[in-house]
């Protein structure tokens, strides 16, 4: 089965930067797209930013001047840096692999990391 494995996360000031990663198993990582999604206290899930197989991104408009997501094919890893943390960001972030489809909607295919908390507060 595929695995995501999502190290990192914990508690940030405001206004700090923090990058988290997810690493996948299985040797064709790279034919598939990776989303980040989070989920604060009392919401649903979130899709804030994916890319593709070949390094196109999409991100939600809330995070779009904040959160950059890329990928390293070569270590099955895809990363999501967030900069200006905000207090609003705190979340379950969970890594997702997926298809990024034509019409640039992201097709979740349901395998996940295991989530990591990011808090943000002084």
């Known amino acids: 089965q595929v695995q995501l494995v999502e190290p990192g996360g914990g508690l940030v000031q405001p206004g700090g930067s923090l990058r988290l990663s997810c690493t996948s198993s299985?040797?064709?990582?790279?034919?598939?797209?990776m989303g980040w999604y989070h989920q604060a206290p009392g919401k649903e899930r979130e899709l804030v930013a994916a890319i593709t197989g070949n390094g196109l991104t999409n991100y939600a408009d809330s995070v779009k001047a904040r959160f950059t997501i890329s990928r390293d094919n070569a270590r099955n890893t895809v990363y999501l840096q967030i900069d200006s943390l905000k207090p609003e960001d705190t979340a379950v972030y969970y890594c997702?692999?997926?298809?990024?489809?034509?019409?640039?909607?992201?097709?979740?295919?349901?395998?996940w990391g295991q989530g990591t908390q990011v808090t943000v507060s002084s």
């Open positions: 299985g040797s064709i990582f790279s034919l598939y797209a």
């Open positions: 997702n692999l997926g298809l990024l489809l034509s019409n640039s909607t992201y097709r979740n295919l349901g395998y």
